[in-house]
Every structure is written in structure tokens, then in C-alpha cells.
């Protein structure tokens, strides 16, 4: 059998340059000042609102997959689904300079999401200058805040033979 992940790979990237704007919000224009922010908190406010973020609570339910040890910082393989009824999943970081990386309209069926035994999944890779902690917080249709967190250990085999 014939490996699909290139075409699935380049099909993604194509819809992905295609704009966000066809398959669903811009969470750029609607909450600009959440993309700012360095701190996780202060995102996380910024995208949700005060009220909402301080009864956000941990969940099984929430998935963030991150390699154990992760090779190449300029390409580092995430995954993050729910198994909840999810609206939203955003992704942040605790290391660069923008503490938010990416929001995921989950109520939006695209080619980008795949849905696994009532689970909707993204898969995504991201740049990570060094290691760190990513959190995964998933905003339901009922609006309450879930989230998880996945450690990010960088090795760069470069800086090691030097």
C-alpha cells in the first residue's frame, strides 16, 4: 500500500493557505489583543473572557499528544482532540514571545479535522525554540473551559555535537 501522508500532508497545507475564512471564524479579528499576550493567563482571558477562564478545569477528556523527545524544534507533530462537545480548542505555549499558537473551530467538519470514535482530532506540527509547556483548552458548546498540558522536551542532536 502506498503512504498517504504526503497527499494527506499537502491537501491540509492546501486548505490551510485557502484561509480560515472559508471553513470558519478569525479568531485574529475577534480577539486580536489574545494574540499578544507572552503569559498563558493573559491569552487565555483575552480569547475567553475573565468570568469564563476562572472556571476552567482539568479534564481526561481533553488529548494533547507531544513526542516524548522531540528531535527537530522546527517541526514538532501535535495532536489535540476531545472527546467533549467541543466549539473551540486552542493550543499555548509557555517558551516564544506569543503565548497563544493556534484556536480550532471545532464545530466546522473540514478535511482538517477528522473525527475518531466521537473524538474530534487536529494534527498540526509547530516551531518551538526550546523546551516547555503546551496546554490544550477546549471551549464546549455549553461554553465551559476544559484543558490539559503535555511537556516538550527539545533536543537538538546539532547543539550536542558541537
Same mark, same amino acid.
Given at each position: 500500500?502506498?503512504?498517504? @501522508?504526503? @497527499? ?155
Amino acid at each position: 500500500m502506498r503512504d498517504e @501522508r504526503p @497527499r494527506r500532508w499537502f491537501l491540509f497545507l492546501g486548505f490551510m493557505a485557502l484561509g480560515s475564512k472559508l471553513f470558519g471564524k478569525e479568531y485574529h479579528e475577534m480577539h486580536p489583543q489574545a494574540w499578544s499576550f507572552s503569559s498563558i493567563n493573559d491569552a487565555a482571558m483575552a480569547l475567553y473572557g475573565k468570568e469564563k477562564f476562572a472556571t476552567m478545569q482539568k479534564s481526561d477528556a481533553v488529548v494533547l499528544e507531544v513526542p516524548s523527545v522531540i528531535k527537530d524544534p522546527e517541526r514538532i507533530p501535535i495532536v489535540v482532540g476531545t472527546t467533549l462537545e467541543a466549539k473551540t480548542i486552542a493550543i499555548f505555549q509557555d517558551r516564544q514571545e506569543k503565548s497563544l499558537v493556534a484556536v480550532f473551530d471545532a464545530s466546522v467538519q473540514h478535511s482538517t479535522v477528522s473525527v475518531q470514535k466521537d473524538a474530534v482530532v487536529f494534527e498540526f506540527e509547530m516551531k518551538m525554540e526550546s523546551k516547555g509547556t503546551l496546554f490544550a483548552v477546549v471551549e464546549t458548546v455549553e461554553g465551559k473551559l476544559y484543558y490539559t498540558r503535555a511537556y516538550a522536551d527539545i533536543t537538538c542532536l546539532a547543539c550536542i555535537a558541537k
